[in-house]
Structure formats: C-alpha cells, structure tokens
C-alpha cells in the first residue's frame, strides 16, 4: 500500500436475532456513510441458548453479500464474552467448522471482550482469519491480570507453535474516534474503527455513527478490512507473541 491513510470500520454484531437491531445495522450497511463497507463481525448462535439458526443464517448470507463478514466468540454466553473457562481455543474452532459446513466464509475474527490466549490466536490462525483482537491501546474495563493484546499496526504475528497469524488491530471505538478529531490528535496511518450494533438503536450513538464516518473519510481513505487485509499481506513486520501478549 501506498503512504496514504487508510481507513476500515467493523461492527461487533451480537443481537443478530433482535429484529429492531438487526434492522439498524442492515441499513447502515447499505447506506455506507462515508463510503465505508462496514464489515459485519458477527457471534454465532450459541446452541445453549436456544438461539434460530436458519434465521441466523440467513441475516448473516446477507451481512456477507454487503461487507466483509467475520467471526466474532463470545466463549460464556450470549451476554457474557470472555471466558469463565474451557478450552478457548476449541470453542473459536468448532464455530468456525459450524460456519464453514454452512457456506460461509469468515475471513477476519474477533475475541469477544477483546478476549485473546495463544489457543485463540493458534485457532485463529488456522482458520485463516486476519485477526482483529488486538488493540491499539488497552481496554479500559479489563481488571487487573486480564489477558489482552496490544498492536498499533498491522503486522504478522509468530505464535508459538510457528504459525503465522496476520493482525489487524482495532484502533478506534466510537468514544475514541471522537475525542480524537475534537482534539485534533494524529491519527494512525491506518484507522480501524469498531462499533456494537446494539449502538445503532440508542439515537444519539446511531447520529454520531453517522456524523463521524463522513469525517473520518475526509481525513483517510476509506477502505475495507477485506481489501486491507489483501493489501498488507505481503509488507507488514513480523512480531513474536511475546511481543503483543498483555496482561
């Protein structure tokens, strides 16, 4: 990629199933403010909830034929994200095999909660995906000791078992995208800003949604994390595990 700033934005989709939520992120999708292709990070359903697969599965067809499509675990439950225990790892691999003998073809992933360990990067790595877990700068809710990774920009991650895994780190949240213009700060050459889609049926988040993507593509050139991810394959650095691994 050239030197130009680019930037990227994704929406973590976790009430796919809530027909007035679902309807608010359907339209944002189409209507693309900015010239954003939102890329729809969507939880599967979670078998122990009782959750409408067919019904799942045809929202998530049509988030795929409007935007990139990822993966996005929340490991405890529907409403509870990180990991209260288990095996984490198999948990992003049985969703991604469910995903897969369904048709669809999730190329980027997201730990719920920012959630990552070296069994969800080696999980994520072998699916394929372009993670984008890590983050530009610490979560603030996370206690003290939670796992996290930190990344400011895209680079290939060397996990312990020797496989490579390409990181594309979230940068921004709304919140953070905000202050930043406000204040004028410097912004990273490639901006990755995220979104909840619960945030599109509280009507002030829903405007700033809209009122800040049209800034941001005055000030970066607007791409997708598919073409991103295509786009920095082959020139970012490589960093060992240890190296982005927070605690």
Same mark, same amino acid.
């Given at each position: ?97 469910? +995903? ?64 490579? +895994? ?82």
């Amino acid at each position: 990629m050239s030197r130009e700033r680019y930037a990227v934005v994704s929406c973590h989709v976790e009430r796919p199933l809530e027909d007035s939520v679902w309807a608010r992120f359907s339209t944002l999708q189409d209507r693309r403010p900015g010239g954003f292709a939102v890329a729809a990070l969507l939880r599967p359903p979670d078998p122990g909830a009782g959750e409408d697969e067919a019904a799942w599965l045809e929202r998530a067809r049509d988030a795929a034929g409007r935007g990139p499509l990822g993966h996005h675990t929340h490991w405890t439950a529907p409403s509870h994200a990180r990991p209260t225990g288990g095996p984490t790892g198999d948990r992003v691999r049985a969703e991604g095999a469910w +995903l897969r003998e369904r048709g669809l073809a999730p190329t980027l992933f997201c730990g719920g909660g920012w959630y990552t360990d070296t069994e969800v990067a080696e999980a994520s790595a072998e699916l394929g995906y372009a993670d984008c877990t890590l983050r530009a700068s610490r979560p603030p809710y996370l206690a003290s000791g939670d796992p996290w990774a930190f990344l400011p920009a895209p680079a290939r991650i060397r996990l312990p078992s020797g496989a490579r +895994l390409l990181a594309i780190p979230t940068t921004h949240s709304l919140g953070e995208l905000a202050r930043a213009l406000v204040r004028r700060r410097a912004l990273p050459g490639i901006v990755h800003v995220y979104f909840h889609d619960t945030d599109l049926v509280d009507r002030r988040r829903r405007a700033l949604v809209g009122a800040l993507l049209p800034v941001l593509a005055r000030m970066a050139a607007p791409s997708d994390l598919d073409a991103l991810r295509v786009a920095v394959a082959g020139e970012v650095p490589e960093l060992g595990w240890d190296d982005v691994a927070r605690f």
